[in-house]
Structure formats: C-alpha cells, structure tokens
C-alpha cells in the first residue's frame, strides 16, 4: 500500500469525477475475477484481452458505456485520482487495440534495401533484411504482431497490431538497424513519413 501512503488530513476526499469510455459495437466486456475481459469475435477468429483493474477502481456499465470511479474508501488518498486517470487512459488505448487494431509502416529506401518475409513454425513472422548487397539481418516478430501485406512486401511492410506500446517498441527496433540518414534519402522509415533531405552547402 505504499502507492497510497499520502493522505488527506481529516474527513476530507478526493473530487474526481467519473471517467466515461464508450465501448464500440463491436467490442463485448466481460469482468472475471478481478480482470476486465474484452474481445471482438468475427467468423474467422476471436481477438481477446484481459485487463486488471485495480482494487481501488470501481465501475459500472450503461448500456454502451462504462463508467470508472474510484471507491469510497480511497477517495482519502490523493494518488487515487491521477492513478485513476492513468488506468482510464491505457483502458482507453487497450479497448481501441483490440476493436480497430493500431496500423503501423515500415518503409525502406535505399540502393538494394528489400525486405523478404517467413513464417515459422512457431508462428511468428521472420523478416530477413536486406541493406544494400552485402549487409544481411534476420528479425523475429513478437507474437501479437500481424503483417498484412506478407506476399508482396518489398520495401513497405504493413503492420497491425492491439497494442500500440508494442507497436511502437517493434517499430522503433527495426528502425535502428538502418537509421534514416541526414544528407540522402535512405535508411528506414516509419508511417509513410519521409523527411526532406538536407542539402549539403560547401
């Protein structure tokens, strides 16, 4: 309970008033145990998730919304409010992941750069980079990575995936093993954003 020790003094409470999520049509939530489960099921497959909530949150569904607050008890403890907006925020992130999912580029350009993509038999996606003709790299793709475009990825790989955290983290990995340069246009590059090449001035 150290995350709680600051208090207010005497009978006063933290004012906070109830954070709203609107849950999408698509998307049933389910509370078991002490996670909240919420998945999207199609004909083709069932995409899940399960996320804690904490036992100073309280909640309630109305109709397509539900509604976070903080319990009585912790009302006393000034973390509670922000720890709250925190929780509402990545809830917020995590259900939108699950019933959109978070699309995401890799670009790469330059002379002989190519991507070739595998997958194993574990499941996950292997992408066997090429940088220039003689620099070769393999990368293993998490599990809850999809690529959408594996027949015919060259130089684009589109990515999807329910968490942008994760998202992000493999982006940024793969990123780095060809860093964009400064004076031409190569390296590799995320979401289709491509900066303009400094002119190199003698």
Known sequence: MAKYRKNLKNDQQVKVKPQVVEIPQNLTIEYITKFLKFYVENQLTKINNYFEKPIFIDYKIIENKIYFTIKQDFLKFIASKMMLYTFTSKFKNAIFGISSLYKGTINLQGLGF?????????????????????????????????????????????????????????????????KPKAFKLQGIYLNDIFPKVKKFVK
């Open 114 to 178: 190519s991507v070739n993509i595998t997958k194993l038999l574990t499941g996950k996606y292997n992408l066997f980079f090429r940088f220039g003709f003689k620099d070769k790299y393999n990368y293993v793709m998490p599990d809850d990575i999809n690529i959408d475009n594996v027949e015919t990825a060259k130089t684009k790989v589109l990515l999807s995936c329910t968490s942008i955290e994760t998202l992000k983290k493999v982006q940024i990995q793969i990123r780095n093993l060809r």
